[in-house]
């Protein structure tokens, strides 16, 4: 069980949007930043840091936002590349660790 | 380029040990705090433990302190993971992983190397 929810898959056509949350709580998410990571099958990838910074290179497409207790991945004009999976990670206050959603698996049809 | 090479997983007994390594190269390795993370078959991801740049500080789960140690050699920049008495449970892919900046966030990451404890 994860600390951090997140919904199990996803899905959307080539070219079309899709949010994915992640929900957490005061000791998590509210109070420190939020990371996303796209695991596609080699190198895992960090695509948002700081809640909605991209790192040099993460296409405009893929954007992050936070508020309260949840955060957002949002990937607009979907490609068959953007299928993977992909999870949000955070520093927890309490646990005194990173704790990371269970993943979400995103299929572009 | 930054690079991150994990290496020595395998399989292993349960009640083994195992040696887990991360090249570094691309970076100025004693700058940046250092992570370990796993990801178990068909599960999510699981942090293991931070290293802070000369080794002086180490955050880890609870789950593993006492049979996992977290270490790190500047001189060769690397990173290292002893993984004793090992359960079944332990079986996973193992990820290297450089933490950038304030944030805490993983900014690269290694390809992984899976270990598989059985008997």
């Known amino acids: 069980q994860s600390v951090l929810t997140q919904p199990p898959s996803v899905s959307a056509a080539p070219g079309q949007k899709v949010t994915i949350s992640c929900s957490g709580s005061s000791s998590n998410i509210a109070n420190n930043y939020v990371s996303w990571y796209q695991f596609p099958g080699t190198a895992p990838k960090l695509l948002i840091y700081e809640n909605n910074k991209r790192p040099s290179g993460v296409p405009d497409r893929f954007s992050g936002s936070k508020s309260g207790t949840s955060a957002t991945l949002g990937i607009t004009g979907l490609q068959t590349g953007d299928e993977a999976d992909y999870y949000c990670g955070t520093w927890d206050s309490s646990l005194s660790g990173v704790v990371f959603g269970g993943g979400t698996k995103l299929t572009v049809l | 380029e930054v690079q991150l090479v994990d290496s020595g997983g395998g399989l292993v007994q349960p009640g083994g040990s195992l040696r887990l390594s991360c090249a570094a190269s691309g970076f100025p390795f004693t700058k940046y705090w250092m992570s370990w993370v796993r990801q178990a078959p068909g599960k999510g991801l699981e942090w293991l433990a931070n290293?802070?740049?000369?080794?002086?500080?180490?955050d880890s789960v609870d789950s593993v302190k006492g049979r996992f140690t977290v270490f790190r050699d500047n001189t060769k920049n690397s990173l290292y993971l002893q993984m004793n008495n090992l359960r079944a449970e332990d079986t996973a892919v193992y990820y290297c992983a450089r933490i950038g900046g304030a944030s805490s966030a993983f900014d690269y990451w290694g390809h992984g190397t899976l270990v598989t404890v059985s008997a």
């Open positions: 290293i802070k740049q000369d080794g002086s500080e180490i």
